[in-house]
């Protein structure tokens, strides 16, 4: 269900009356769809459930013992989390996470489980990892859903959370990897992109790029943190920045405008939008299929990167996130 965002360019042309202006930094007036945020809320709960489903398989009370390997937080019964030395984010046990879908190189290469490519972008390796994937979910996406629709939303979400996992896969072969990282990355990505690509309608350039750009910058830096799956990371921003281009194009600046004009000579798109287009197309495609060739064959991201083990350390941890 969608309704009309009449003002959407900033510019109020209907008086001081008129108080559903969204302004996103945008120049000029717009008649496109403005869409109620659903998406992003169902996957929020979903996330919510699954984790909820995790703990109650993971069953602390009745898998441990030993008066040095207590649950944390027994009064939750077999929701309790694992003991903080062996999970430190109130979670599940690595061996559960491991059942539920978690990813793994050796499973998805040679037990040909690749739905853990897929799976293991819906679990979360304690409340604290969910909470805050779930909060910036929440922050970034609903934006976007709002602007651009459940479809275009979803189909970025999924494929970085999926070109997320591939580069993980590649160089993660010792741990296993969780989370929705990766498609959050995207959904950055693709905000990043959707800047550049829809340069001219933006009236506050500067600020709307420096904006984003912080934003960036702040979570990549959380990337240097101890268990944080950094491929993941660069996976799903790398996939979602392509998607950016193709998914996100909006008309250029003036095209509103021209379409009641007599004469129409201002083009939907410019030509450089229809360039970054094709070239992000043909990245991501060729990106992708080689990303999967290269995991089905069982190859070793870190022999063609002689620095990149650097980012791959995870001291004294079986997964990652």
């Given amino acids: ?3 009309r965002d009449v003002e959407r360019g900033g510019k109020n042309n209907r008086g001081a009356n008129n108080t559903n202006n969204n302004n996103y930094f945008y120049d000029e007036t717009s008649h496109e769809t403005h869409w109620t945020s659903w998406l992003i809320p169902a996957i929020v709960v979903a996330n919510l459930a699954i984790f909820v489903a995790v703990m109650f398989v993971n069953d602390c009370p009745k898998k441990i013992t030993g008066a040095n390997k207590a649950c944390v937080a027994k009064f939750l019964g077999r929701f309790s989390f694992q003991p903080l030395r062996e999970n430190p984010l109130f979670g599940p046990s690595s061996s559960t996470l491991e059942k539920m879908g978690a990813l793994e190189w050796r499973k998805v290469v040679h037990e040909h489980q690749g739905w853990r490519l897929l799976s293991c972008m819906w679990l979360h390796a304690g409340i604290i990892h969910l909470l805050t ?17 459940f479809i275009r939303v979803g189909l970025i979400y999924l494929i970085s959370g999926f070109g997320g996992s ?12 969780v989370g929705a990282s990766g498609a959050l990355f995207g959904l950055l990505g693709a905000m990043l992109s959707e800047l550049l690509t829809n340069w001219t309608i933006y009236a506050n350039k500067a600020a709307a790029l420096i904006t984003l750009l912080f934003i960036i910058a702040i979570n990549l830096g959380l990337g240097l943190l101890p268990r944080v799956d950094n491929f993941a990371h660069i996976g799903g921003f790398l996939t979602g920045f392509c998607l950016g281009f193709v998914l996100l194009l909006r008309p250029q600046y003036g095209w509103e405008a021209s ?29 992708l299929t080689v990303g999967l060739v290269m995991l089905f064959k069982g190859e070793n991201g870190n022999k063609h990167c002689k620095w990149c083990h650097r980012l791959s350390c995870f001291p004294t941890s079986k997964w990652s996130c």
């Fill in 1 to 3: 269900m969608a309704n």
């Fill in 133 to 149: 994937n779930m909060l910036s979910l929440i922050f970034i996406g609903i934006r976007l859903e709002q602007q651009f629709g």
């Fill in 166 to 177: 591939i580069l993980s896969s590649l160089f993660l072969q010792e741990s296993i990897s």
């Fill in 259 to 287: 379409r009641t004009s007599t004469s129409r000579t201002k083009r939907k798109h410019s030509m450089y939008q229809y360039v970054l287009f094709v070239v992000a197309a043909v990245l991501l495609v060729v990106g």
